[in-house]
């Protein structure tokens, strides 16, 4: 039982983080979140799943 209220704890801290991250941000934008701008993570040079555009027209790289 003890295990569950820490595993609890631990979550709402999260949760709570990214709520306090996101509204202290400006337009509540997470900046670079476009994972497929990442030259590791995108090998083939495809264009942005969210946004569309492609790896070398980011600005948040």
Same mark, same amino acid.
């Given at each position: 039982?003890? %295990? +569950?209220? &820490?595993? %609890? *704890? %631990?979550?709402? +801290?999260?949760?709570?983080?990214? *709520? &306090?991250?996101?509204?202290? @941000? @400006?337009?509540?934008?997470? *900046?670079?979140?476009?994972?497929?701008? =990442? !030259?590791? +993570? =995108?090998? =083939?040079? /495809? !264009?942005?799943?969210?946004?569309?555009?492609? *790896?070398? /027209?980011?600005? =948040?790289?």
């Amino acid at each position: 039982m003890k %295990l +569950l209220f &820490i595993t %609890l *704890a %631990l979550l709402g +801290l999260g949760v709570a983080g990214i *709520a &306090i991250k996101l509204w202290a @941000k @400006k337009d509540g934008k997470f *900046a670079g979140t476009c994972a497929s701008q =990442n !030259p590791h +993570l =995108n090998k =083939n040079g /495809e !264009p942005c799943g969210y946004c569309g555009k492609a *790896a070398d /027209e980011c600005k =948040n790289r």
